[in-house]
Nanobody
Framework: QVQLVESGGGSVQPGGSQRLSCVAS????????MGWYRQAPGKQRELVAA???????NYAESVKGRFTISRENAKNTVFLQMTNLNFEDTATYYC?????????????WGQGIQVAVSS
């Protein structure tokens, strides 16, 4: 079965940086888009950033200029470099990988990783 494993979260001070990684393993053959969502306590899950197979990126307005998404296709890995973190970035971050299965696509989700911005 397909598994997504996130790493790199933890506690960080305001203004600091963190890099999240997500590796997809298992029977996953044609990865299309990859991305990161987050969910803060009491809030809905929201898209943070996404990247297509061709490298086109999309960011939430709140993270533009601070976060950078990238991917390493050969390793089915997606990264999220976060800089100038603030309290509002505290959330559980989830990676998502969209993969082709025959003529359709399916989303696979990671288990989530906590990012806590605190002083």
């Amino acid at each position: 079965q397909v598994q997504l494993v996130e790493s790199g979260g933890g506690s960080v001070q305001p203004g600091g940086s963190q890099r999240l990684s997500c590796v997809a393993s298992g029977p996953i053959f044609r990865v299309d888009s990859m991305g990161w969502y987050r969910q803060a306590p009491g809030k809905q899950r929201e898209l943070v950033a996404a990247i297509t197979s061709g490298g086109t990126t999309n960011y939430a307005e709140s993270v533009k200029g601070r976060f950078t998404i990238s991917r390493e296709n050969a390793k089915n890995t997606v990264f999220l470099q976060m800089t100038n973190l603030n309290f509002e970035d505290t959330a559980t971050y989830y990676c998502v990988v969209n993969s082709w299965i025959g003529t359709t696509t399916r989303d696979y989700w990671g288990q989530g990783i906590q990012v806590a911005v605190s002083s």
